[in-house]
Every structure is written in C-alpha cells, then in structure tokens.
C-alpha cells in the first residue's frame, strides 16, 4: 500500500532530529538553561536588520496579490538579474539570469541537481565527513552513492582516493566547503588539484564529470579564509546556494541553483533543472523570500558571533585534553571522541546533558559534531560539562 523506501525514510529521522527531540524533552523535564543542546545547526544570529525593513516595504508597497502570486517556474526573472549581477561582481563570473533556479534552499537545489543529471546506473561522490542527507538525495534520484577519504588531521581532500573512486559511472562529485560537519575549508590549492583530476578523468572516460558545489556555508569564514569560487576553476559546475545561514533564514526555504555558462550543454542542463523542479513539484520558490534576497545580496548575519563561540569552545576544549579539528568556517566543531565508539561517548555526554552528535552518520567514524551556532552565554555556561566529561575519561 505505500513505498517501502519512503516509509523507512520517514520511520528512521536523522540521529540529529532524534538527538534535538530528546534535547526538547529533556528541556521539559529539567529546565531548558541545564541542557547544553549543541544538535542541531539552527542559526543563533538574527538576520541582518536589513532583512526585517525590506520585507515590511514589500508588504507595505508592493500589491499584495502580484507579492504573493506564483512567480515564472525558475523564479522572478527580475530577482534572477539582482542574483546574477551580484555574483558576477563578486566573482567575475559572464553568467545570465538564465543559469539561475530559485529554490526551497540547499536541499532542494540539491535535490533537483541530482534528478536533473541522473541516469540508469550513475554514481554520485562527496567527500566524508558529509551531510547526510546528501546519501537520501542521491538514493532518491535514482542514483548510487559513495564517498571519498579527507586527510584524518586536515579534513582537505584526499585527491589520490578521489583519482581510485571515479569511475565511468561517477556523474558527479558533491563539494561542500565550508563543511558540514568538520568546519574545513577546502584550499585553493587542493581546489586547483582536486579539478585537475576531474578534468583527466572527464577525458578518460569520455563524458564529463560535473562538480556541484554545495554552499550553504560560503560566507561563513573566519579569519581571512577564502572559499574558492569553484565556477572559476572547473567549467562542468553547479552552485547549490542557500540563504539558510547567511542570512539566518532556514525557515524561510529559499536559494538557487546556478549552471555555469560555461558547463557542457549548459542551456540543456539548465533545462533538465527546470525538468527536476517541475517533475518534483518544486517550481516557484517562495515569492516574498525571493523578493527579500533579491535586496539583500552581500550582506550576511553577524559572523563574529560564530567566531567567539568557536575560539570560546575550541580552546577551553582543547584545555581539557580534547582533540579538536580547527574549523575555518561554518559553525560546526568536530571533535574526536576518546573512545572507539563515538556513539558511546555521545551517549556519556549525555550523563553531563551535552548533546553532541556522534559522527557515524557523516561517514567518518569516531568524532562527535557539536554545533556551536547557540548563544555565548550557553557556550560558556556548558564548559564545566566538558571539563566533567573530560575527567571521566581521564583527559
Ligand atoms: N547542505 C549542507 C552541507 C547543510 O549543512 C544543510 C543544512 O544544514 C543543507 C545542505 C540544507 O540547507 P537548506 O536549509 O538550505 O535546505
């Protein structure tokens, strides 16, 4: 009577669903100000002010039936020129509105990428650690899904896996830096290598194989860390963007898929997207929130926030005798668990009400994720948790 696949996706939530869940209730029991809920990775910024004066305009100024209309399938071509104008001034890109898909944000720019691409007996790759929907998005499409190794200290790339693991079957490879869930931003270096075997396999195998970058991080950076523009250095390339954290918007579902002009057959392939969000009932991405990025590119929520509570965490975590992967952006620590089992050691935390999420799901086990986009004040009153839990490991 119904889809098995679809009732076993819907039966088993995500360990992080299931962790925030258990994080609820256990607010309920004991008072929200004793749990430390580090699960889930909901902005703890406000969205620029800007964000709130642009939406009260519209509602102000603009006729409601035409601001609340469907807009044209891709998005509102006017909104699609305000994005393409912005990205081609900021990174020297020729795109047109026409390589612009206004979407439900990353998932479903996601999504819609990989059922535009997949055929009978495709592969897709990403790097681990990974999100882990992406495994559900690359299933759903029909494709198959494996992951490539990152470097254990760094988490950049490991490019000789990545020349074993494509294969002619390999359509495509999911890039996502800054990543969730290790914080790493890849190198311009490893960017530059990482194309490279791209480029010799695409020719190997006779078809190209395409790079969709997954940035829903982008301008999450620390320090002065730049995030290679991947467009620029790999023509067979898809943008997946998101205004989910930029603009501490993920309730409002809203980003873009962009094909680069420069891709192979990339008025077909942008074809293909529109066939995905039709074919997933995914056309016309939410009119108001389209209209709002549209006068909001460029701007970011406050990052700086996000930095205190990293250096906050990292540092007092490595005090404690923690070994901590350093993350350049994103807001996402990822920390080996002192123990095999990293399951285990969440299920301890949890004794000192830290929720961290075990790391098995991202595919690379033996590390817990702590989102670190919560406000300082609950950062700092965690620390005497940690150290706890440090000393019951004998750190
Ligand atoms: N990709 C990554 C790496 C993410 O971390 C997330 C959300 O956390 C998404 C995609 C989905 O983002 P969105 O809320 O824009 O759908």
Redesign the pocket.
Known sequence: MINQKMYQLGASPSKIRDLFEYGNRRKAEIGADKVYDFSI?NPSVEPPVKVREVIEDLLANTNAVSLHGYTSAPGDPAVREAICNYVNRTHGTSLTKDNFYMT???????EISLRALCEEGDEFLTFAPF?P?YRVFAEAAGGSFDTVLCDPESFQPDIEDLRNKLSKNTKAIIV?SP??PSGAVISEENVVKLCDVLREKSAEYGHPIILIA?E??RELVYDDVKVPFLMNYYNDTIV?Y????SLSL?GE?I?YIAVSDKMTDSKDVFLAVCGAGRSLGYVCAPSLMQRVVAQCQGMTSDVSVYKENRDILANALREYGFTVVQPDG?FYLFVKAPEPDAEKFAEKAKEFELLLVPSDSFGVPGYVRISYCVSTEMIKNSLPAFEKLAESYGL
């Open positions: 990775g439900c944000g990353a998932a479903a720019s996601l999100f929907e996502n990543n969730n997954d829903p991080y997946c998101s205004y989910s954290k993920p579902r980003g994103a």
